[in-house]
């Protein structure tokens, strides 16, 4: 198995869509059409510099994607990098491409001069966190939110 990883591009879109799928399912999500298609906008077009997608390719095959969010922070002079989304086709997982895709996110990054690269996951999502616990520094803050 040979893989790479690159931004996605527009034609990745037929490949990216089941996946994305695959992914609000296990997050057990049900979002409008309308917010998938505005999603795949924002990751791919250059005018919005403050989102992108990678893709980690196996054998040519779209098979997993991450969602990275580019936003200033109070905290450093420097923007942050959000991972927001990170889905490895269940089909290949354990592979090594979730580690791919964080190691093209963390490169993209500090080509941006980013100060950070953070995520977060749910409590119960110790197979993603085994991965996580290899290459960064769980935090002790815990996630709040309000729905507006």
């Given at each position: 198995m040979t893989h790479s990883t690159r931004l996605l591009q527009s034609d990745d879109f037929d490949a990216w869509r089941?996946?994305?799928?695959?992914?609000?399912?296990?997050?057990?999500t049900v979002?409008?059409?309308?917010?998938?298609?505005?999603?795949?906008?924002?990751?791919?077009?250059?005018e919005h510099a403050d989102m992108m997608g990678?893709?980690?390719?196996?054998?040519?095959?779209?098979?997993?994607?991450t969602?990275?969010?580019?936003?200033?922070?109070?905290?450093?002079?420097?923007?942050?990098?959000?991972?927001?989304?990170?889905?490895v086709d269940a089909q290949v997982r354990g592979q090594g491409l979730g580690r791919a895709?964080?190691?093209?996110?963390?490169?993209?990054?500090?080509?941006?001069?980013c100060c950070r690269l953070y995520w977060v996951t749910t409590r119960d999502n110790h197979t993603a966190q085994q991965l996580y616990n290899t290459l960064a520094e769980q935090t002790d803050f815990i996630q709040y939110k309000i729905g507006l």
């Open positions: 089941p996946l994305w799928q695959q992914y609000l399912d296990f997050y057990q979002l409008d059409e309308a917010i998938t298609l505005h999603t795949w906008h924002r990751i791919i077009h250059p990678l893709g980690v390719f196996v054998d040519g095959k779209l098979s997993g994607f969602h990275l969010v580019f936003h200033p922070n109070t905290w450093s002079a420097e923007p942050c990098c959000y991972l927001e989304d990170l889905c895709l964080i190691n093209a996110a963390q490169d993209l990054a500090q080509q941006k001069q």
